[in-house]
Nanobody, 124 residues
Framework: QVQLVESGGGLVQPGGSLRLSCAAS????????IGWFRQAPGKEREGLIC????????VYAESVRGRFTISRDTAKNTVVLQMNSLKPEDTGVYYC?????????????????WGQGTQVTVSS
């Protein structure tokens, strides 16, 4: 049974950094792509960034390019989202998701397995 558990959310000031983790069980990271998504208040959930089964990343949202990075630790079966230069518009619930995929990141609509989410609030 696939399970994804996010952690690391919280309150941070604008310009600050935050590191989110996605602990995966029931799957192997070299067989699945992992994506990070965000749902801001009153908005639809949007894809941000992903890491494919080969360890390469892809960016879904241009708003995070150059500020957010994604990495994985296959020994710990964990994917990390490092968020820098945070802005108030980055506020939302952050989810990680998994999809059995080829060598490219899947489309944002393709993800099958989802975590419960972790709240990130960027405010002074």
């Amino acid at each position: 049974q696939v399970q994804l558990v996010e952690s690391g959310g919280g309150l941070v000031q604008p310009g600050g950094s935050l590191r989110l983790s996605c602990a995966a069980s029931g799957l192997a990271l070299d067989r699945f792509a992992i994506g990070w998504f965000r749902q801001a208040p009153g908005k639809e959930r949007e894809g941000l960034i992903c890491i494919n089964r080969s360890g390469d990343y892809g960016v879904y949202a241009e708003s995070v390019r150059g500020r957010f990075t994604i990495s994985r630790d296959t020994a710990k079966n964990t994917v990390v989202l490092q968020m820098n230069s945070l802005k108030p518009e980055d506020t939302g619930v952050y989810y990680c998701a998994a999809e059995s995929a080829g060598l490219r990141c899947p489309t944002t609509a393709s993800y099958t397995y989802w975590g419960q989410g972790t709240q990130v609030t960027v405010s002074s």
